[in-house]
C-alpha cells in the first residue's frame, strides 16, 4: 500500500504555490510568493523533477529539475552537478551531467533548464542554470552530486555508496531510487516534494504527482500566474461563471487561461496535507444538466484562508489536473490554480446538496468510445453514470442509508452503494460479474475531517452523508464528507469451512499479501489462525506472496526459509499441524512483486496426513516435465518435484512461475499446480477516460494461462485419469480470456462456477465483489466439495485482501 497519506490527497502532493493571507481591506486575500520553512530537510535536496517539456498535452516547452533548501543560510553550488540517468540503465548506460553554480538562497529554489522539446507554448521561468539532457517523462533517476564527474553507479545500492550523492530521485519504475521510487510523472506531470521538503529516503513517499510549478532562485514562478494581479478592491464578478469555466465536456474549454474574479460559495475546504483547497459552487445555475456549477480552487501546501459560507470571487489560471499523471488513463480534475481569491461576505447559506438515491444514477456506467478517449465527447449525464459524476464534479452531494460494499480502509475510504438491488451478494455486497455491468450504483465515500468508519460490508451508513465531488486515480470519484452518517452493522462474520473427513483430501489457497519476518509477529498469528480456524487446516495448502527472509530489502537474499519456519510456528501455536514445506527459489529480481522481495509460492503440507513426494532437479530455470515410470502410459511422475512450468518462457518474465508437485494420499497420486499470475498493474480503471478501459496486463495473463494449460494436457495424455488440482491467485476473473484459455479443451473445471451467482467471489475491489483467487480440478475428481471461505476480503480489521478458498476431495 502507498505510504500513509490523508485520503484524499493520496496520489498527490503537490508543491505549495502561493499563500494566502489577509492584505488590504477587511475580508481580501491576496495570493503573495511562499518560501517553504522546512524541518525535516537539513538543507539541499531535489524538489521536483519534470521531463514531459514539449510533449503531447504539456503547455511547459522544457523539462526542468527544481533545487530546495530547507536550511536558514544559502547553499553554495560551486563544484556541484545535477544528473540524470535511464529509468532502466544497462551495462553501458552513462549518467548525463548538468553543472551548476551559484547558490540555493535560505529557504529557496534553484531552477535548471534541461532539453526542450516539440510542444508546449509556456517557457520557464529565467532558470539559474541550462543544461541539454533530455528526460523520459515517465521513469528516471535524478542526483544532486557534489561532483561535476559523471556518477558510475547504476544500482541503487551502489548509488547510496557513492559519497558524492547528496540526493537522489527516482520516478516511474526507476531501478535507482530511495526506496520505492515516486509515482505521477508524466507529460503535464511533475513529481515534487511537499512545502516542508520532507526527505525520508523514500521517494514514493517523499514525491507525488503535481502540476509542474517551476521556480527559480529570484523566487520567481512556483506556478504565479503571469496576469496582472486583480485589484483587492476589485469586486465586480468577472464575465465567466464556474458552469462556463467547467463546459459541458471532460475537459475545460477555458483550460490553459486566466480566469478573473469567478464568483462562488465556499462549500467546503481541505486544510490539511499539501494538496489544500477548497471548492466554491454558484448559487445561481445555468438550466445545462451537463454542465458542473462547482470547481475546485488549489492552493497546493498553502492553508486555505476562507471557510464554507464565505461568497467570494477567485481569480487564477484554469488547469486539467490528471490524479496519478495522465499515463494512468484516469480522468483529469478541472482546477483553478495559483489563485488570488476576495471574500465578499461570510456566513452564507451553502447550495442545497443534490440527494443521490436509488434512481439518480443510470444503469449504464459509460460511453463506448471502443476503447477511445471520451473527454471531447458531449456528456450524457441521464445516460450514463460517469457522465453524470463529470456533470457535478465538485458540486455538493448527499446520500442517506446506504449499505456499504466496499470495507473502510487504512485511509477512511468506504465505498457505498446507491443501488441496494444491483448485483447483491448473499452478505451484502456487490458482484463484478462481466465486463458488461461494472455497477453503476458505486460510490466511494472520504471524509475531509479525517474520520475513519470502520465500516464491514454489509453494514449500513446511515443517516445523511454530505460533501463535494472530488476524483482521485484511487477509485475514481468520490464524496469528500463534511457529513459522515454512523454506521449500523450488518452482522457478518468470518467464516469457518467444515473440516475433511478422514477419507477426504482437502487443498486450500491463500494470498497472504508479502509476508515476510520484517512484518508484525501479529500478521503471522492471525495468518496462522485463518489456516488452522477458519480453513480447519487442510492437508495441503499453497501459499501466494511468500517473500524472502527480509522482505524488501534489496540485498540478494532469495531463501525464504526464515519467512516459512515464523509461519509454521504461528500455525503450531495455533493448534495446527506441524506442516511441513516445499517451494523453489527465484532468481534474484526475477520474479516481480514488491521489490527486493522475491515473492513465490510455497506448498505446506501435514505430513500425517499426505505425502510429498521429492525428485531433485527443480530450481529457477529449470522445467519439471511429465516422465512415464513404468510399463503403462499411466505410470507417470514429475522430472522434478518440486519444479516449475517452463520457467524461462516469455510468459513468466518478471512473474511469479507456477510451482508443480506430487502428493500422494491414502495410496492416490495427485498432482498439484499453484499459481500467481501476472498482476492488474498498468490496466486502466473502470473510471477511465478511455472507454472501455485497455486491459494491458491480459496479455502476459493469457500466455501464462496457455503455458498451464499445455502442463494439464500433457499430464492428462500420459493419464486421462491423472487427478490435478490447479489453484491459486490468477488475477483475473472468471468470465476472462486467460481462464477461458486456462480451462481450453473442458480439461479442467474452475469450481468458482459452481457456486450460486451471489457466491462468486473472493476478493473486494472499489466496491465490486470480484472473483481472482481460483481452484480448478481435472475430470477425474468427482464431486469435489468447495468452499470460498470469506474472512478477509469484506473486512476493515483483516489479515490479508483475499479470502482463501479450500476444496474437500474424497
Known amino acids: 500500500m502507498p505510504p500513509s497519506i490523508p485520503p484524499a490527497l493520496r496520489g498527490r502532493r503537490a508543491k505549495v504555490i502561493a499563500l494566502a493571507v489577509p492584505f488590504g481591506i477587511a475580508g481580501t486575500l491576496i495570493a503573495l510568493p511562499f518560501t517553504a520553512q522546512a524541518t525535516p530537510s537539513a538543507d539541499a535536496v531535489v524538489a521536483e523533477v519534470f521531463g514531459g517539456g514539449g510533449n503531447s498535452g504539456a503547455s511547459l516547452t522544457n523539462d526542468f529539475i527544481e533545487l530546495g533548501n530547507a536550511g536558514n543560510a544559502p547553499f553554495d553550488l560551486s563544484g556541484w552537478s545535477v544528473q540524470y540517468l535511464s529509468g532502466t540503465p544497462g551495462p553501458t548506460t552513462k549518467w548525463q551531467v548538468t553543472e551548476i553554480s551559484g547558490a540555493i538562497p535560505a529557504g529557496g529554489s534553484y531552477l535548471v533548464q534541461e532539453a526542450k522539446g516539440a510542444g508546449g507554448d509556456t517557457a ?65 506531470t511533475s513529481v ?64 490553459g487561461k486566466s480566469v478573473h474574479n469567478v464568483p462562488g460559495v465556499v462549500t467546503a475546504v481541505r486544510g490539511t496535507g499539501s494538496s489544500r483547497g477548497f471548492w466554491i459552487q454558484d448559487t445561481t445555475p445555468d438550466q445545462d444538466p451537463a454542465t458542473s456549477e462547482a470547481v475546485f480552487v488549489f492552493t497546493g501546501s498553502a492553508t486555505p484562508q476562507v471557510k464554507p459560507g464565505d461568497s467570494v470571487l477567485v481569480s487564477g489560471k484554469v488547469t486539467e489536473y490528471y490524479p496519478g499523471g495522465a499515463a494512468s488513463g484516469g480522468q483529469s480534475v478541472t482546477e483553478i490554480t495559483a489563485p488570488t481569491t476576495t471574500v465578499l461576505s461570510s456566513g452564507n447559506a451553502l447550495p442545497a446538496p443534490e440527494v443521490i438515491d436509488a434512481k439518480t444514477l443510470p444503469n449504464a456506467y459509460a460511453p463506448d468510445a471502443q476503447g477511445g478517449n471520451i473527454e471531447e465527447l458531449a456528456l450524457d449525464p441521464s445516460k450514463y453514470t460517469l457522465d453524470w459524476f463529470e456533470s457535478r464534479e465538485g458540486m455538493l452531494l448527499r446520500v442517506t442509508d446506504s449499505r456499504v460494499v466496499g470495507a473502510s480502509n487504512a485511509y477512511g475510504e468506504t465505498w457505498v452503494t446507491t443501488k441496494p438491488t444491483q448485483n447483491p451478494t448473499q452478505r451484502g455486497g456487490t458482484l463484478y460479474g462481466s465486463y458488461a455491468d461494472q455497477n453503476s ?17 454489509g453494514d449500513t451508513l ?34 469457518v469451512a467444515s473440516k475433511g473427513k478422514s477419507n477426504e483430501l482437502s487443498v486450500a489457497t491463500y494470498n497472504v499479501e508479502n509476508l515476510d519476518p520484517t512484518d508484525p509477529q501479529s500478521k503471522f498469528d492471525r495468518l496462522a489462525e485463518g489456516v488452522v480456524k477458519n480453513l480447519a487446516s487442510p492437508d495441503i495448502v499453497s501459499l501466494e506472496e511468500i517473500q524472502d527472509n527480509n522482505g524488501a530489502k534489496d540485498d540478494g537474499t532469495v531463501a525464504s526459509d526464515k519467512t516459512m519456519t515464523q509461519f509454521t510456528d504461528a500455525i503450531k501455536a495455533a493448534g495446527g499441524p506441524d506442516y511441513e514445506w516445499r517451494s523453489v527459489d527465484p532468481v534474484n529480481k526475477a520474479d516481480g512483486g514488491e521489490p527486493g522481495g522475491n515473492i513465490r509460492i510455497v ?83 473502470l473510471h477511465s477516460r478511455f472507454q472501455p478501459p485497455t486491459l494491458g496486463s491480459q496479455t ?32 483475473d476473473y472468471p468470465f476472462s480470456a486467460p481462464v477461458s484459455a486456462l480451462t481450453e479443451g473442458k480439461v479442467l473445471t474452475d469450481l468458482m462456477d459452481t457456486l450460486p451467482t451471489n457466491e462468486r467471489y473472493s476478493y473486494v475491489y472499489d466496491g465490486n465483489s470480484q472473483t481472482l483467487d481460483h481452484i480448478l480440478v481435472s475430470p477425474s475428481i468427482k464431486n469435489p466439495e468447495y468452499d470460498v471461505v470469506h474472512v478477509n476480503a469484506e473486512f476493515s480489521d483483516r489479515a490479508s485482501d483475499h479470502d482463501p478458498q479450500v476444496v474437500r476431495v474424497k
Open 124 to 188: 520557464l521561468p529565467t532558470p539559474d542554470a541550462v543544461g541539454t539532457i533530455s528526460m523520459s517523462a515517465s521513469s528516471g533517476t535524478i542526483a544532486l552530486v557534489h561532483s561535476t564527474t559523471p556518477l558510475t553507479c547504476l544500482t541503487a545500492t551502489d548509488c547510496a555508496a557513492d559519497g558524492t550523492v547528496k540526493d537522489l530521485v527516482g520516478f516511474g519504475t526507476a531501478v535507482v531510487r530511495e526506496g520505492s521510487p515516486a509515482t505521477g510523472a508524466g507529460n503535464t
Open 192 to 255: 515534487a516534494r511537499n512545502a516542508a521538503l520532507t526527505d525520508t529516503d523514500n521517494n514514493a513517499a517523499d514525491f507525488s504527482g503535481a502540476t509542474p510549478s517551476p521556480r527559480n532562485s529570484t523566487g520567481t514562478g512556483g506556478g504565479t500566474d503571469p496576469s496582472p494581479t486583480p485589484s483587492p478592491t476589485d469586486t465586480t464578478p468577472g464575465e465567466l461563471r464556474i458552469h462556463d469555466v467547467q463546459g459541458a465536456t471532460r475537459v475545460s474549454p477555458q483550460a
Open 441 to 457: 450504483g458505486r460510490l466511494l465515500i472520504g471524509s475531509l475531517n479525517g474520520d475513519k468508519l470502520g465500516a464491514n460490508v
Open 462 to 495: 446511515a443517516g445523511d452523508t454530505t460533501g463535494p465531488l472530488d476524483y482521485s486515480n484511487f477509485g475514481g470519484y468520490g464524496l469528500q464528507a463534511t457529513t459522515l452518517g454512523t454506521v449500523n452493522s450488518g452482522g457478518i462474520k468470518p467464516e
Open 603 to 685: 506448498f505446506l503440507f501435514n505430513p500425517k496426513r499426505v505425502s510429498f513426494v521429492d525428485r531433485p532437479g527443480g530450481d529457477a530455470t529449470t522445467a519439471t516435465e511429465v516422465v512415464t515410470t513404468g510399463k503403462h502410459d499411466k505410470d507417470i511422475t514429475l522430472s522434478a518435484s518440486p519444479g516449475r512450468i517452463n520457467p524461462t518462457s516469455d510468459a513468466w518474465k518478471s512473474s511469479r512461475k507456477p510451482l508443480v508437485g506430487e502428493f500422494n494420499f491414502r495410496g492416490d497420486q495427485f498432482f498439484v499446480i499453484g499459481n500467481h499470475f501476472n498482476s492488474k498493474g498498468g490496466d486502466q480503471p
Open 700 to 731: 502476459q495473463r493469457l500466455a501464462q494461462a496457455k503455458e498451464v494449460n499445455t502442463f494439464v494436457k500433457s499430464l492428462l495424455a500420459k493419464d486421462k485419469k491423472a487427478k490435478i488440482v490447479v489453484l491459486g491467485d490468477l488475477n
